[in-house]
């Protein structure tokens, strides 16, 4: 029976749910024997972590930039050491205009040379890591089992606009708080609705404001007539693997998005959603779907369509399995 670790910094941090948790069950169906380690943060601990991983086959570290004499410990104590990664983990985010952290560049380019294998999370990250000639995308992907397509399609008396995410990520949305309330004195059926953990307050358009719970995250999810995903076009939001997106889209919810990095690749403009770059962009485009039910119950159905065939963890996992447990 092939043995897989897998390394994390926190067990609730959504890429751990999504690219490691969400995963194991399938992998599990195959054969695959997997067990979930949290790295350490005292230094003791970190120097005797590495003895723990003799017995795997394979071990995968997300996202950590560990220091050289981690990794190195970690690599002489593991037959195949895989570094997997969804964001620009060598830039400071947005907010810090995205300038390239040297500390974190000399971790990553070192642990992607060292690595036997790499995941990246979509095609602007594998270009990041081309020391290394064994780099494979694996997208962020869903349960289509768990993320279940909305029941009803939402009248034009009442449009809620929807966004879900981290506060980290709740700048990208306020960024284009002014056009929603341009968009409210014309389309006043309209509201916004925020999952998050945090919020900020609007002028005109109404705010309807939900804790993010992972319990409630579907119904939210379904709650939505409208996904939106504003991004800021840097180097770090290129990034980005699209995850609202993915997740919209596999509830047959039609949405608008910044075309930044793989957004451009997940969304065809006018077939499972549109693109936005403009203020008149997102206005006009968000305007087309407040009017039509039936223009988002086609575009949601071909977003759903698009994440069964390539975003769903179902559609992967046989290529997870083939191409990184060779």
């Known amino acids: 029976m092939t043995k897989v670790a897998f390394i994390t910094t926190r067990i609730d941090r959504p890429s751990t749910r999504y690219r490691i948790t969400q995963i194991i069950p399938f992998l599990q169906k195959e054969g695959i024997k997997c067990e979930v380690f949290v790295y350490p943060k005292d230094i003791i601990s970190k120097l005797i972590f590495s003895l723990k991983f003799k017995k795997f086959d394979?071990?995968?570290?997300?996202?950590?930039?560990?220091?050289?004499?981690?990794?190195?410990?970690?690599?002489?104590?593991?037959?195949?050491?895989?570094?997997?990664?969804?964001?620009?983990?060598?830039?400071?985010?947005?907010?810090?205009?995205?300038?390239?952290?040297?500390?974190?560049?000399?971790?990553?380019?070192?642990?992607?040379?060292?690595?036997?294998?790499?995941?990246a999370g979509n095609?602007?990250?594998?270009?990041?890591?081309?020391?290394?000639?064994?780099?494979?995308?694996?997208?962020t992907t869903v349960d289509i089992n768990k993320y279940t397509t909305k029941k009803t399609i939402s009248s034009s008396d009442k449009i809620v606009l929807g966004w879900i995410g981290s506060s980290s990520t709740l700048?990208?949305?306020?960024?284009?708080?002014?056009?929603?309330?341009?968009?409210?004195?014309?389309?006043p059926n309209i509201s916004l609705k925020i999952v998050c953990n945090n919020f900020f307050d609007t002028n005109k358009i109404p705010l309807i404001k939900k804790e993010w719970k992972i319990s409630d995250e579907i119904n939210d999810l379904h709650s939505f007539d409208i996904g939106l995903m504003p991004l800021t076009d840097d180097l770090w939001t290129k990034g980005k693997c699209?995850?609202?997106?993915?997740?919209?889209?596999?509830?047959?919810?039609?949405?608008?998005?910044?075309?930044?990095?793989?957004?451009?690749?997940?969304?065809?403009?006018?077939?499972?959603?549109?693109?936005?770059?403009?203020?008149?962009?997102?206005?006009?485009?968000?305007?087309?779907?407040?009017?039509?039910?039936?223009?988002?119950?086609?575009?949601?159905?071909?977003?759903?369509?698009?994440?069964?065939?390539?975003?769903?963890?179902?559609?992967?996992?046989?290529?997870?399995?083939?191409?990184?447990?060779?």
């Not at 830039?91 to 036997?116: L, W």
């Open 123 to 139: 095609k602007y990250l594998k270009k990041l890591a081309t020391q290394n000639t064994k780099t494979i995308i694996i997208p």
């Open 242 to 326: 699209g995850f609202k997106l993915i997740q919209y889209m596999a509830c047959g919810i039609s949405s608008v998005c910044s075309p930044v990095g793989v957004n451009k690749e997940i969304i065809i403009d006018g077939v499972n959603g549109f693109h936005a770059q403009t203020k008149e962009e997102w206005i006009q485009k968000l305007s087309r779907l407040i009017d039509d039910n039936n223009l988002r119950l086609t575009l949601g159905q071909n977003a759903r369509k698009t994440i069964e065939e390539k975003y769903s963890t179902q559609s992967v996992i046989k290529k997870y399995i083939n191409i990184v447990f060779q």
């Open 171 to 187: 700048i990208y949305l306020k960024n284009i708080s002014n056009l929603l309330d341009i968009l409210y004195e014309k389309h």
């Open 58 to 119: 394979y071990v995968i570290l997300q996202r950590k930039l560990i220091s050289k004499l981690e990794f190195f410990l970690l690599k002489k104590n593991t037959k195949n050491l895989i570094f997997e990664f969804d964001d620009s983990l060598i830039y400071e985010d947005s907010n810090k205009d995205a300038i390239i952290s040297e500390k974190k560049k000399r971790r990553f380019d070192y642990i992607i040379s060292h690595s036997d294998q790499i995941i």
